[in-house]
Nanobody, 126 residues
Framework: QIYLEESGGGSVQAGGSLRLSCIYS????????LGWFRQVPGKEREGIAT???????TYADSVKGRFTASQDNAKPTLYLSMNNLKPEDTAMYYC????????????????????WGQGTQVTVSS
């Protein structure tokens, strides 16, 4: 059974840091692509980071240099370390997962994920 659950959201001031966690289960065999997305009410969902089972990452320009995606295979957990947060980073953050092979996309432009968590809210005040 596929299961994803985010945690670690909260409220911080601009310039602060947070680390989001996403516990995922069910991907016990094969290659996979993991992603972090965010969405503000009334706006389109934005892909902000991906990480594949080879450990390669991609980032949206809006977070490049400030956010880092990583994983702990032993748990297994996906992380998003967010530094130098800005008010425009305020959003609901979601993790997502799918089985994947290297001939397919695993980048921030790809929103075709079958499995999603319930989201965790991040609020950055100025």
């Amino acid at each position: 059974q596929i299961y994803l659950e985010e945690s670690g959201g909260g409220s911080v001031q601009a310039g602060g840091s947070l680390r989001l966690s996403c516990i995922y289960s069910g991907y016990t065999a094969g290659r996979y692509c993991l992603g972090w997305f965010r969405q503000v009410p009334g706006k389109e969902r934005e892909g902000i980071a991906t990480l594949n089972s080879y450990g390669s990452t991609t980032y949206a320009d809006s977070v490049k240099g400030r956010f880092t995606a990583s994983q702990d295979n032993a748990k297994p957990t996906l992380y998003l370390s967010m530094n130098n947060l800005k008010p425009e980073d305020t959003a609901m953050y979601y993790c997502a997962a799918k089985y994947w092979k290297s001939s397919l996309n695993c980048d921030t432009g790809d929103h075709d994920f079958p499995d999603w968590g319930q989201g965790t809210q991040v609020t950055v005040s100025s």
